[in-house]
């Protein structure tokens, strides 16, 4: 977040002069004019950020008024929001499971949605034993490593090992361990779990699962800034499920778990691929919008 100590100085009110206050609502009804999501809250975030001005400061400064500059950078940052580009790319990370995570052009922005599957994972985890026993975690595909550090964060002697075949990707999501401190976390440059070996107590993903023809009707906040490889699950989206289930059985312990993000109408596919596979595939958990996001298998041995 903004440290207030080293914001940018700004001056009392003048009358007609632009304010803070001033400025965040004709960026808020900027945003709505152009159908973006939530205008009052990007407005916030884009001013503070600008300003580098946490909440709290924000409001206290609200009559203070802009200089030039100060204007100038606000104004800069709301173009970038009205071209559509996603306000965690603009200020450079984004709130994951309590854990802030830097973000960049690499990887997807990790989705409020995708924290079903920590839950879902940390319940298998809780099934099996307490959460503090000695752990061995795989995310594939880690991308930012949101799902890998955020099971780490509740999971205190589990070590992982998160893979991707981006190297750009790599590098960011070993920042993100290094400056939130896990230590307990490595990660691997290969497709899906070439490079590894087990056992693994859990296997997690959130693998492309959009299909190929069907990424062009995607907002433009995801189909223009999210880098197509994490998108693009191939013609029918479950080429990466169909590597996954080829993958984990021989990396799972007998009693190990397989949590897996699930894309819109692919539960009935996933779980066969699953079932074909010789996992025990379980009800599916939903997210908060109602939608079937996380689906848990067992090795079946």
Same mark, same amino acid.
């Given at each position: 977040?903004?440290?207030?100590?080293?914001?940018?100085?700004?001056?009392?009110?003048?009358?007609?002069?632009?304010?803070?206050?001033?400025?965040?609502?004709?960026?808020?009804?900027?945003?709505?004019?152009?159908?973006?999501?939530?205008?009052? =809250?990007?407005?916030?975030? !884009?001013?503070?950020?600008?300003? #580098? /001005?946490?909440? +709290?400061? *924000? %409001?206290?400064?609200?009559? &203070?008024?802009?200089?030039?500059?100060?204007?100038?950078?606000?104004?800069?940052?709301?173009?970038?929001?009205?071209?559509?580009?996603?306000?965690?790319?603009?200020?450079?990370?984004?709130?994951?499971?309590?854990?802030?995570?830097?973000?960049?052009?690499?990887?997807?922005?990790?989705?409020?949605?995708?924290?079903?599957?920590?839950?879902?994972?940390?319940?298998?985890?809780?099934?099996?034993?307490?959460?503090?026993?000695? =752990?061995?975690?795989?995310? !594939?595909?880690?991308?930012?490593? #949101? /799902?890998?550090? +955020?099971? *780490? %964060?509740?999971?205190?002697? &589990?070590?992982?090992?998160?893979?991707?075949?981006?190297?750009?990707?790599?590098?960011?999501?070993?920042?993100?361990?290094?400056?939130?401190?896990?230590?307990?976390?490595?990660?691997?440059?290969?497709?899906?779990?070439?490079?590894?070996?087990?056992?693994?107590?859990?296997?997690?993903?959130?693998?492309?699962?959009?299909?190929?023809?069907?990424?062009?009707?995607?907002?433009?906040?995801?189909?223009?800034?999210?880098?197509?490889?994490?998108?693009?699950?191939?013609?029918?989206?479950?080429?990466?499920?169909?590597?996954?289930?080829? %993958?984990?059985?021989?990396?799972?312990?007998?009693?190990?778990?397989?949590?897996?993000?699930?894309?819109?109408?692919?539960?009935?596919?996933?779980?066969?691929?699953?079932?074909?596979?010789?996992?025990?595939?379980?009800?599916?958990?939903?997210?908060?919008?109602?939608?079937?996001?996380?689906?848990?298998?067992?090795?079946?041995?």
């Amino acid at each position: 977040m903004p440290n207030p100590a080293t914001a940018t100085p700004v001056r009392r009110s003048n009358a007609g002069a632009p304010t803070i206050a001033g400025m965040r609502r004709v960026l808020a009804e900027k945003f709505r004019a152009a159908a973006i999501d939530s205008p009052e =809250l990007d407005a916030r975030i !884009l001013v503070g950020h600008a300003l #580098a /001005l946490d909440h +709290a400061a *924000l %409001a206290a400064a609200s009559g &203070a008024v802009l200089d030039a500059k100060q204007r100038d950078a606000i104004m800069a940052l709301a173009h970038r929001r009205l071209s559509r580009e996603p306000i965690a790319r603009i200020v450079g990370y984004k709130e994951f499971w309590s854990l802030k995570l830097s973000v960049d052009s690499s990887t997807l922005v990790p989705r409020p949605e995708t924290e079903t599957v920590v839950e879902a994972a940390l319940a298998a985890i809780e099934a099996g034993g307490s959460r503090t026993r000695r =752990l061995r975690i795989a995310d !594939l595909g880690t991308g930012s490593g #949101a /799902l890998l550090l +955020a099971l *780490l %964060a509740e999971l205190p002697n &589990a070590f992982g090992v998160g893979t991707d075949m981006s190297l750009s990707a790599l590098s960011l999501a070993k920042d993100n361990a290094q400056r939130l401190q896990f230590r307990r976390a490595a990660f691997v440059a290969c497709d899906i779990a070439a490079a590894l070996k087990g056992p693994f107590d859990l296997i997690v993903s959130n693998p492309p699962y959009i299909a190929s023809g069907e990424i062009a009707s995607l907002t433009p906040e995801v189909r223009d800034f999210d880098p197509r490889t994490a998108l693009d699950g191939g013609p029918d989206g479950l080429n990466f499920y169909r590597a996954i289930a080829a %993958a984990a059985p021989p990396l799972l312990k007998p009693d190990g778990a397989l949590v897996v993000e699930l894309g819109a109408g692919q539960t009935q596919a996933v779980t066969m691929l699953f079932l074909q596979a010789g996992l025990a595939p379980s009800p599916p958990r939903h997210d908060l919008h109602g939608q079937p996001r996380a689906l848990f298998a067992t090795a079946s041995r």
